[in-house]
T-cell receptor
């Protein structure tokens, strides 16, 4: 069965610091998809990015960037120049058949 | 706004009772998923429907059931409620399966069983 590990339970940073959220996954599938979601204090789950297993190019979107390394089964998420509004729980997820398997999440607290 | 609508936002009920959670997927999405989020279990997949048919089942208790109607909205029925059923229940939708498109989540229904 697929498994997603987010070893960092909670991270606290000061505004403008860069922060990386780690995600390690396990799968026997050759084709799979990885996702990141954000859950702000208001509670909704917001889709951030999807990456398929054949595309190892890193992706940058504004202050967000993602580093996918198949060799280490990792899909890490970096926020550059963090802001208070980035405070949320971030979930990494892996496709398994037609559903998503989520990691336990990392709580990010950005202090001003 | 994800386009997925869940009602009600909050629900408080007593042990032993039955409740129904409702979800309207995004326009054009045929697949509906239900997830449960609790502090000790995290985000757990419950069940998936595609165009009215059950497609996948996860850690869903026998006391829980769901269905997807011809207009594609879905309902999750929770019966004989226990204190441990208190959680945030999310509905999500996608065009087909997660391999093709991400899941778009509603704002959730927070269930409190007292």
């Amino acid at each position: 069965a697929q498994k997603v590990t987010q070893a960092q339970t909670e991270i606290s940073v000061v505004e403008k610091e860069d922060v990386t959220l780690d995600c390690v996954y396990e799968t026997r599938d050759t084709t799979y998809y990885l996702f990141w979601y954000k859950q702000p204090p208001s509670g909704e789950l917001v889709f951030l990015i999807r990456r398929n297993s054949f595309d190892e190019q890193n992706e940058i979107s504004g202050r967000y960037s993602w580093n996918f390394q198949k060799s280490t089964s990792s899909f890490n998420f970096t926020i550059t120049a963090s802001q208070v509004v980035d405070s949320a729980v971030y979930f990494c997820a892996l496709s398994e058949a037609d559903k998503l398997v989520f990691g336990a999440g990392t709580i990010l607290r950005v202090k001003s | 706004d994800s386009g997925v609508t869940q009602t009600p936002k909050h629900l408080i009920t007593a042990t032993g009772q039955r409740v129904t959670l409702r979800c309207s997927p995004r326009s054009g999405d045929l697949s509906v998923y239900w997830y449960q989020q609790s502090l000790d279990q995290g985000l757990q997949f419950l069940i998936q429907y595609y165009n009215g048919e059950e497609r996948a089942k996860g850690n869903i208790l026998e006391r829980f059931s769901a269905q997807q109607f011809p207009d594609l909205h879905s309902e999750l029925n929770l019966s004989s409620l226990e204190l441990g059923d208190s959680a945030l229940y999310f509905c999500a939708s996608s065009v087909v399966g997660t391999g093709y498109s991400p899941l778009h989540f509603g704002n959730g229904t927070r269930l409190t069983v007292t």
